[in-house]
């Protein structure tokens, strides 16, 4: 209905697999890399998982179509099939003829190999690709790895393929399959497309069709990246639905707002906006439904991110010591002490806007933000922040040293917000109070006030290292890129203050070192970096010290 309002020669955001619209990132051409070196001389099992629309399958298409001549290739896309079915529908791809009443898996296990060495004495390879491999039974797995048990004494006669979301990894786990395991020759995890490649990829398409002028304004690409997630099938139909939209407001860009009304009719009621104060499921949910949050935010270092644009260090969250009690138990001249009786009036009538609270909140990183705040993580994502939902006690956010603001619930269940200005305690230690500024007013409030209206959520802000592809980092695990890695142990050598290895992924030193630092601070000590590990090691610099100044 739009081609011709936009003079497009076709539909570009079709969900189509059209070859000629094909684009492949850095990511599918390293992930192209990783299979055909797997399928080299040694041959055995490669593994390709990436979430849902991601482009395992174009990877793989991809794959076949730079296979030599002197290969025969076998495709599956329904893998949910019994070991019986899975060895006939092998040999219908690999063209064997079997007798199709009364076949045994041994009569079609004895014809597969039988083809296998012909292939091999003819000079020909023979490679299987399974794609959505995620469904496969384990004693289906179990049966292709006894086909791969043929072999030379250099390579194997049949080289397997399992392309699949991440569960395939999951799967693969498992004890009874670890001899499989232990034949994967190459794996990698296609990770969707970062904010630079959608627009990239936006473009690519736009220009296959014919588009003489640009369509997405930076906004609308941004919000496209944010909500797809970077995934190119969920891209496509969000730009097809926003093109529609333009074209019946005959409107000639595609902005922000043509975007999130596109997103509930291409992506479902799901995927519409929800002020994030209002969302009760996932990470969001808290119980008795009141989620309490706090929204910090830090000023990051690492080897090789960027900091956010136009912003400078501030002032830490941190418990002070006794020495520095004094200093911050001075409070303004303007400053009022509350207690739960008196002066609630005067401080939640002033308070109870969150957009204020959280411009308040930017401008402490001395941003001065002027977009509409009702979404603040989404605001914060386009000036590199990333949002960290946390629950717990107030000294273990004071340790990840974020400055905040907190939700407050009042005597009558209506909320009111805060910005914690420091902590401060009594020279004995016994006694400890909190300065928050609520509106434009400091209140210095004691810890029977603060437990008496505070529920415990919070929400952080931060900015997470960068990878090599200048993505944020807020996971480093196996499956992280190697660069990922070396960055977590030379911030973790820099703590432990010992001399930085070479690392190639996270080996079983590493993990160790990794779990000694989060028993250290009190986190979870999975064996991974989380969100949590890596807060603590980007606020921090090569001495430990935090790097607010």
């Not at 190119?232 to 969000?238: A, G, K, Y």
């Not at 660069?483 to 993990?511: T, Y």
């Amino acid at each position: 209905m739009y081609t011709g309002y936009f003079g497009l020669k076709e539909i570009p955001f079709s969900i189509a697999p059209n070859p000629h619209y094909l684009f492949m990132s850095v990511r599918h051409r390293e992930a192209l890399a990783h299979l055909t070196y797997g399928l080299g001389e040694t041959g055995g099992f490669v593994l390709l998982t990436g979430e849902v629309g991601t482009g395992k399958t174009t990877v793989s298409r991809c794959l076949l179509d730079q296979l030599p001549e002197n290969t025969q290739a076998a495709f599956i896309l329904n893998p949910t099939l019994s070991s019986q079915e899975l060895l006939a529908t092998i040999c219908d791809e690999l063209k064997i003829r079997y007798r199709k009443t009364g076949a045994t898996l041994k009569t079609l296990t004895d014809k597969i190999q039988e083809k296998l060495l012909k292939n091999h004495q003819a000079g020909l390879n023979t490679i299987l690709i399974i794609d959505e491999a995620q469904h496969l039974q384990a004693e289906v797995l179990e049966q292709l790895r006894l086909l791969t048990n043929l072999e030379t004494h250099t390579k194997k006669l049949l080289q397997v393929i399992l392309i699949g979301q991440p569960e395939l990894q999951q799967l693969l786990q498992r004890r009874d399959l670890r001899q499989l395991a232990q034949r994967i020759t190459a794996r990698y995890h296609l990770l969707p497309l970062n904010r630079e490649e959608v627009a990239q990829y936006i473009q690519h398409r736009l220009a296959i069709a014919d588009c003489q002028q640009p369509l997405f304004n930076r906004r609308a690409i941004t919000t496209i990246h944010q909500l797809s997630k970077g995934i190119p099938r969920l891209i496509n139909l969000l730009c097809d639905r926003a093109l529609l939209g333009a074209y019946g407001e005959n409107k000639q860009i595609v902005d922000k707002k043509l975007v999130l009304g596109a997103s509930v009719e291409a992506l479902g009621a799901e995927f519409s906006r929800q002020p994030w104060w209002q969302k009760t499921s996932g990470r969001l949910a808290l119980a008795g439904g009141l989620l309490a949050v706090t929204l910090g935010l830090g000023f990051v270092a690492g080897n090789y991110q960027d900091q956010a644009p136009g912003a400078e260090p501030v002032t830490p969250l941190s418990a002070v010591n006794a020495g520095e009690a004094a200093d911050i138990s001075q409070q303004p001249a303007s400053a009022k002490e509350l207690s739960p009786e008196t002066d609630w009036p005067s401080v939640t009538a002033a308070s109870r806007s969150l957009p204020e609270a959280v411009r308040h909140l930017f401008s402490l990183w001395r941003l001065q933000v002027e977009e509409d705040l009702t979404e603040p993580c989404q605001v914060a994502n386009s000036y590199e922040l990333s949002c960290y939902w946390f629950k717990g006690t107030l000294p273990a956010l004071l340790k990840l040293n974020y400055p905040a603001v907190f939700k407050f619930i009042d005597d009558s269940g209506s909320a009111f917000y805060g910005t914690l200005l420091g902590v401060s305690q009594s020279a004995n230690g016994e006694k400890e109070s909190y300065r928050f500024q609520f509106d434009r007013q400091e209140h210095r409030v004691d810890k029977a006030w603060f437990d008496s209206y505070w529920q415990g959520g919070a929400v952080v802000f931060w900015q997470p290292p960068k990878n090599a592809y200048f993505e944020p980092v807020t996971r480093i695990d196996e499956h992280s890129l190697s660069e990922s890695v070396q960055w977590l142990e030379n911030k973790l050598s820099q703590q432990q203050q010992r001399p930085a290895r070479e690392v190639q992924g996270m080996d079983a030193m590493l993990k160790n070192q990794l779990r000694q630092f989060q028993r250290q601070h009190g986190i979870d000590s999975s064996g991974d970096a989380g969100e949590q590990t890596l807060m603590l090691l980007t606020n921090t610099v090569d001495q430990g010290q935090p790097i607010f100044k």
